[in-house]
């Protein structure tokens, strides 16, 4: 599986969990493919951190507008209604909880729920960013990356690098499968079709729990 079909695996699935009404972030990086892939039934708003609530897809190539990109400074569309405001007001929407959904990418995430998202040891880092407000503040939190790193683990018994935030995991969508951060432990409850169970947990090094209804990746 190359690597744009399995962005575009992971964003499609993702955007499976979201619902009418939902108010949504998107972090830096593959998050911001999930507008592209939703249902048309569906209407909910996207917010970005640095002041816009009311994102709409991706903007055609040759079509960007320079005044309008998200936090990553990654080229976005406005839809009707939407709002510009500064970032101190976007993050007591943040901090107020009044984000349903926070989807982000991961470097690590451990079976605790626990996620490391921020600083690559030995390499120049500016830091955090809003991901802490985001992780703490939403109802519901994503995780959508790659399954591995270059062959490397990344869901994890306990996460090795600085953490961005304990236990605030809900989800993990990889381009392997769906998993659930339980009290037990990770509960893999969709896997792709393309893959074994023993694939899955072969390129993980938390021991998965196993779901009973387990079920193909909806992708």
């Known amino acids: 599986m190359d690597k744009n079909l399995i962005r575009e695996v992971i964003a499609k699935r993702v955007a499976k969990e979201l619902k009418n009404g939902d108010v949504v972030n998107l972090g830096i990086g593959l998050p911001t493919l999930v507008p592209n892939y939703l249902p048309k039934e569906i209407e909910l708003v996207l ?17 960007e507008d320079p005044h ?6 990654g080229y976005i569309t406005a839809l009707p209604g939407a709002a510009s405001f500064s970032s101190v007001q976007s ?3 943040i901090r107020g909880g009044h984000v349903d959904v926070t989807i982000l990418g991961a470097m690590q995430v451990d079976e605790q729920g626990d996620l490391a998202n921020w ?4 390499k120049l880092t500016p830091g955090m960013g809003g991901a802490m407000d985001l992780l703490v503040g939403a109802k519901h939190v994503i995780v959508a990356m790659e399954h591995t790193a270059k062959g490397e683990h990344k869901i994890l018994k306990k996460c090795t690098l ?3 935030a304990k236990g605030q995991v809900n989800l993990i969508v990889t381009e392997m499968g769906v ?12 896997i792709h079709p393309e893959f074994s169970i023993a694939d ?11 779901s009973p209804e387990l079920k193909p990746m909806e992708v």
């Open 200 to 210: 899955v947990q072969a390129a993980t090094e938390a021991t998965l729990l196993i």
């Open 179 to 190: 998993m659930e951060i339980t009290p037990k432990g990770i509960l893999l409850k969709e």
């Open 162 to 164: 600085p953490l961005t």
């Open 68 to 73: 309008l990109v998200n936090a990553g400074g």
């Open 91 to 93: 993050f007591a929407i």
């Open 119 to 122: 600083m690559i040891p030995g």
């Open 47 to 63: 917010q970005s951190e640095n002041g816009l609530i009311g994102m709409g897809p991706t903007p055609e190539e040759g079509k």
